[in-house]
């Protein structure tokens, strides 16, 4: 699955196409200079059950950790994936 990505002043999103319709998507918001606050993630029936939705959240902590950043994630589905992932901990 390919991760795209695209950043709008304060808003940005990860996404996955398939047959060039958004399939997944996770969205943020920037908050200040030093964090994303991750408010959104929804993976559609084409991926569901594929990790679609864990691979999203990867790619938001390989960014935030490019960009020297640090994550809130406010959307409870990424909540619960950095719960069961403690080596994405350096970005909280």
């Known amino acids: 699955m390919e991760i795209k990505h695209r950043k709008l002043d304060q808003k940005g999103e990860f996404y996955i196409e ?8 996770m969205t943020y918001v ?6 994303i606050i991750i408010d959104h993630t929804d993976v559609g029936s084409a991926l569901r059950g594929q990790g679609a939705g864990k691979q999203l959240v990867q790619a ?4 935030a950790r490019q960009n020297h950043l640090h994550i809130l994630p406010l959307c409870p589905f990424a ?5 069961k ?5 350096d970005v909280l």
């Open 18 to 25: 398939v047959n060039g319709q958004v399939a997944a998507q």
């Open 79 to 83: 909540k619960s994936v950095f719960d």
């Open 85 to 89: 992932t403690p080596e994405w901990k």
């Open 30 to 35: 920037s908050a200040g200079d030093t964090r």
């Open 60 to 63: 938001a902590v390989e960014f």
